[in-house]
């Protein structure tokens, strides 16, 4: 009988597989510019059509995936890479103070809306793709590290963490060594989850214009610029938008496939069955109300 988790991941694979390919294969496929035709034209040796000022919309497609792809993945990882350390802080200090100290301020922020803050940054000043990532991470830093507390917490309850600390163990080994792994099965389901958030916040970012310039070979982009002539010529904005959704889905069904053998296999006799992600986030949303 053929494993279902083989074949939810086969779809996630193919469906993943197209943008993924264009985004990071596309600007070596891509040639010369050309001379540019009418705009929102179809026929004459594009494929596709042209854009809103006469661009090869399939040139547009081979430049305009990597953006996208890298902004996502660079906000991601610097988002774990600042909440990783001050959750697991928080979770296993003994210093009221200095879990305040560590989560208050980010749930300052995160009472505000993500592309709210976003776009306030962007009229201060212009951010460009390094900035945009940096704000997009910003912005996914507050959920992240109160969800790496929260499952932290959890872990460092166990006895296993205070035989460590009776043994003399370092802070660093108990952190990283035991509270660390335990929890990485919630950290990837998590990162499933948020790196589809991140692909949707820096699309609608780039869709409004923070972070790209405005002709810029972006998918949201091309969206934003030629939605005037969706009925003229529909592919300037049918391929790059079924692009993006491909690529955000394909994203969490990849994960999600990855994770379904790891529910299905047994649990040694004895151990904790692992919190799942909703129930550590309602957890971290109770203990974040005063």
Known sequence: ??????????????????????????????????????????????????????????????????????????????????????????????????????????????????????????????????????????VNVPDAARLVRAAAAEAAARPAVEALRMQGETWWRTAVGYVGRSILRTLAADAGTRLTGVLYLVATAAFLGVGVAPDAADWAVMVDRNRTGLFVQPWAVVVPSLLIVALTMGTNLLFDAALAGDRRRGRPRGTKRPETTETLRSRAGSEARP
């Open 1 to 138: 009988m053929k494993n279902p988790r083989t074949g939810r991941f086969a779809f996630g694979l193919a469906v993943i597989a197209v943008p993924l390919a264009l985004a990071l294969l596309g600007p070596a496929f891509a040639g010369d510019p050309g001379p540019r035709a009418a705009s929102f034209a179809l026929g004459e040796g594009h494929w596709l059509g042209t854009d809103f000022v006469g661009r090869d919309v399939w040139r547009q497609v081979l430049h305009g995936g990597r953006p996208v792809v890298l902004t996502a993945l660079a906000a991601t990882a610097l988002a774990y890479l600042v909440a990783l350390p001050v959750g697991l802080a928080s979770a296993l200090t003994h210093r009221r103070w200095l879990e305040e100290l560590l989560m208050r301020p980010l749930d300052v922020l995160l009472a505000f809306p993500s592309l709210l803050l976003i776009l306030l940054a962007a009229t201060v000043f212009s951010p460009g793709v390094a900035g945009l990532a940096l704000l997009v991470a910003l």
